[in-house]
């Protein structure tokens, strides 16, 4: 058994490295329509992506996202966004392979197929229970709304990379039930059912290493950062993959 202690920003490169080998998404670049909607999680995803079909000359994960959480004494709204809100490139949807530039998942969600394939980050992860959900601040419930139109209307798949950072303990239906009620203030809480990709989920993936979460936290740029322990017979290919993203440098705006 390994151990091994990655940063959130390592953990986001993990994560979209394993899944530009995802098998589903593999065929969905040579046929159909994937649409990545804009979070900084899938950021890296887009890059590595883009990068498999030769088209990441014109992409930046700079302003890839609608909303962020951001430190005191950061530049925000009134309402909590970000408040610098120029260049704002779209979502990245892909269709038969080709990156179909400027476009969001509004303006293809309607005509998404069974099959294709919807990747949307989350915000909170319950890692025993499997669920996922997604803070919510547009009054008509945002893209995560628009995409559930396709997922349940028409079996469209959704996967949900998140980082284990995001990780909390309370079953997500009893705190969406709390923070949906009439009256409060703030975002509100959805939890979304799909397939839950984390950190864990991309080792086992790229390396066949089973990875188990020990321990957490950190300091001087660690914050944030897990301990995974690895086992089975992958555990040796997980410490190389781990070594090429823990340089990895921290988001930054």
Do not use: C
């Not at 670049?29 to 992506?49: D, F, H, R």
């Not at 992409?59 to 966004?81: E, I, M, Q």
């Not at 919510?136 to 996967?159: C, K, M, N």
Request: hydrophobic letters at 40%.
């Amino acid at each position: 058994m390994k151990q091994f202690l990655i940063t959130p920003a390592a953990g986001k490169r993990l994560i979209a490295k394993s899944l530009v080998k995802h098998p589903e998404i593999e065929k969905k670049l040579q046929s159909g329509t994937l649409a990545i909607i804009a979070g900084t999680t899938n950021g890296y995803v887009a890059e590595e992506i883009l990068k498999t079909l030769g088209q990441e000359n014109d992409f930046s994960r700079n302003r890839f996202f609608r909303g962020v959480a951001l430190p005191p004494g950061a530049p925000v709204n009134p309402d909590g966004r970000y408040a610098d809100e120029t260049g704002f490139p779209g979502d990245v949807i892909i269709s038969e392979g080709v990156w179909q530039k400027g476009k969001t998942i509004f303006d293809v969600v309607d005509t998404l197929q069974e099959g294709d394939i919807i990747l949307k980050g989350a915000n909170a992860l319950n890692l025993e229970l499997k669920q996922t959900a997604i803070y919510i601040g547009h009054p008509q419930g945002g893209t995560i709304v628009a995409s559930l139109s396709a997922v349940v209307g028409r079996r469209v798949r959704l996967i949900l990379p998140v980082g284990l950072e995001k990780r909390v303990n309370s079953d997500l239906n009893h705190l969406a039930v709390k923070l949906n009620q009439p009256g409060l203030t703030g975002p509100r809480l959805l939890p979304v059912s799909g397939e839950v990709f984390t950190e864990i989920e991309a080792l086992k993936l790229l390396t066949g290493a089973d990875a188990q979460l020990v321990a957490v936290g950190g300091v001087g740029g660690a914050e944030g950062s897990v301990w995974l322990a690895t086992d089975g017979s992958g555990a040796k290919n997980a410490e190389k993959i781990i070594k090429e993203v823990s340089s990895e440098p921290r988001f930054s705006l």
